[in-house]
């Protein structure tokens, strides 16, 4: 964003770039400084062989995840599909709709019809036997400046595609304002990410 163009109508060759890394950063200001958030400005001053704390979401996901490392076997599936259709659905309840629907709600409702037809890739294996999951809870992978996150949009199967949008939308806010509980980490089956 600081470096300047010296190509044609103001494009950035690479020598400018090559001279933007050679040159000094400038020292930020005392008030551009405090503006950062705490997590930007620990990341920044984190050096090689350094100890780097953890807080409290980055604690809890990484729990959570190395726990679904171990119980939950792990597959990835490619399917190729035309969205001509979604996509043209899509743009006409965004014209109406008083929620704007997103891409990964409409992903979030096909998991859940898929995991209710086929409830068996809802479990995890207890022992000798297979745990079905006791809800449709679908974990919504969500970026935030220290990482990334995946609380659960709760009951999808029963939910429409604008319940969705809503209670994804409400999820992301509560997510990237830090105001997650520990319920809304518990209890998911699967974890869709776009």
């Given at each position: 964003?600081?470096?300047?163009?010296?190509?044609?109508?103001?494009?950035?060759?690479?020598?400018?770039?090559?001279?933007?890394?050679?040159?000094?950063?400038a020292?930020?200001?005392?008030?551009?400084?405090?503006?950062?958030?705490?997590?930007?400005?620990?990341?920044?001053?984190?050096?090689?062989?350094?100890?780097?704390?953890i807080?409290?979401?980055?604690?809890?996901?990484?729990?959570?995840?190395?726990?679904?490392?171990?119980e939950?076997?792990?597959?990835?599936?490619?399917?190729?599909?035309?969205?001509?259709?979604?996509?043209?659905?899509?743009?006409?309840?965004?014209?109406?709709?008083?929620?704007?629907?997103?891409?990964?709600?409409?992903?979030?409702?096909?998991?859940?019809?898929?995991?209710?037809?086929?409830?068996?890739?809802?479990?995890?294996?207890?022992?000798n036997?297979?745990?079905l999951?006791?809800?449709?809870?679908?974990?919504?992978?969500?970026?935030?400046?220290?990482g990334?996150?995946?609380?659960?949009?709760?009951?999808?199967?029963?939910?429409?595609?604008?319940?969705?949008?809503?209670?994804?939308?409400?999820?992301?806010?509560?997510?990237?304002?830090?105001?997650?509980?520990?319920?809304?980490?518990?209890?998911?089956?699967?974890t869709?990410?776009?």
């Amino acid at each position: 964003a600081t470096v300047r163009g010296t190509g044609p109508a103001g494009k950035i060759p690479e020598a400018d770039i090559r001279a933007a890394a050679e040159a000094k950063p400038a020292k930020a200001t005392p008030a551009a400084a405090a503006a950062k958030p705490a997590a930007t400005t620990a990341a920044a001053e984190a050096k090689l062989g350094s100890t780097v704390p953890i807080n409290r979401l980055q604690r809890i996901t990484g729990e959570r995840m190395l726990k679904s490392k171990q119980e939950i076997p792990c597959f990835y599936l490619t399917v190729r599909v035309d969205m001509t259709d979604l996509v043209a659905a899509r743009a006409k309840m965004n014209e109406t709709g008083a929620v704007k629907v997103a891409f990964n709600d409409f992903i979030l409702k096909a998991v859940a019809m898929g995991l209710e037809k086929f409830p068996l890739m809802t479990g995890q294996v207890a022992g000798n036997a297979i745990k079905l999951a006791d809800a449709i809870h679908v974990g919504l992978a969500i970026s935030v400046p220290d990482g990334l996150v995946a609380p659960l949009v709760k009951d999808v199967n029963n939910k429409s595609v604008a319940q969705i949008a809503r209670d994804s939308q409400a999820l992301i806010e509560r997510t990237r304002a830090d105001k997650l509980d520990l319920s809304d980490l518990e209890g998911g089956c699967i974890t869709v990410s776009n």
